[in-house]
T-cell receptor
């Protein structure tokens, strides 16, 4: 069975600090996809990144970066120079090798990030 | 930019009533999903739909739930007889093929009283 663990329930940092959100996953599949979604106070789910299990290269997008380590089954997310607009709940998610027509996401419990001005 | 649209944004219904939540997926997408998020909890998969049939459903998706794509654009989730515990945010999502990111709608907050 798949499982995603986000051990940090809530994090608060002062604006401009860097912050890392942890994500640890479990799966028996050799091919899978990892995702991060942002849920701002307005409630929608905003896609941030998708990573294939065969691609362990770290990725940077502006102030966001992701560290994928298969050896520790982790897919951590770092925000550099945090801003108040980064305040949201962040979900890590996992999908197994998609069956024909199926892309079921297993979500973690989320980390509520609060950026203090 | 194309987006998934859900209506209504908020629905209040009495226990035992039927509700239909509506979604318009992105037009060229082929795979459709419903997820549920009870307030303050994680997002949970309900059902996936492809080629006019259910591909997979979770144990949450019992006989009270059904999905339908009545025409070329809408994708609906019906709850036949709502219970208090059905109160949640319901998200529709779509993707153009398996293995790509699913785009989520803004959600419908269902409150059962």
């Amino acid at each position: 069975a798949q499982k995603v663990t986000q051990a940090q329930t809530e994090i608060s940092v002062v604006e401009k600090e860097d912050v890392t959100l942890d994500c640890v996953y479990e799966t028996r599949d050799t091919t899978y996809y990892l995702f991060w979604y942002k849920q701002p106070p307005s409630g929608e789910l905003v896609f941030l990144i998708r990573r294939n299990s065969f691609d362990e290269q770290n990725e940077i997008s502006g102030r966001y970066s992701w560290n994928f380590q298969k050896s520790t089954s982790s897919f951590n997310f770092t925000i550099t120079a945090s801003q108040v607009v980064d305040s949201a709940v962040y979900f890590c998610a996992l999908s197994d090798t998609p069956n024909f027509g199926n892309e079921k996401l297993t979500f973690g419990t989320g980390t509520r990030l609060t950026i203090i001005p | 930019e194309p987006e998934v649209t859900q209506t209504p944004s908020h629905q209040v219904t009495q226990m035992g009533q039927e509700v239909i939540l509506r979604c318009v997926p992105i037009s060229n997408h082929l795979y459709f999903y419903w997820y549920r998020q009870i307030l303050g909890q994680k997002v949970e998969f309900l059902v996936s739909f492809y080629n006019n049939e259910i591909s997979e459903k979770s144990e949450i998706f019992d006989d009270q739930f059904s999905v339908e794509r009545p025409d070329g654009s809408n994708f609906t989730l019906k709850i036949r007889s709502t219970k208090l515990e059905d109160s949640a945010m319901y998200f529709c999502a779509s993707s153009d093929r398996g293995g790509t990111e699913a785009f989520f709608g803004q959600g419908t907050r269902l409150t059962v009283v």
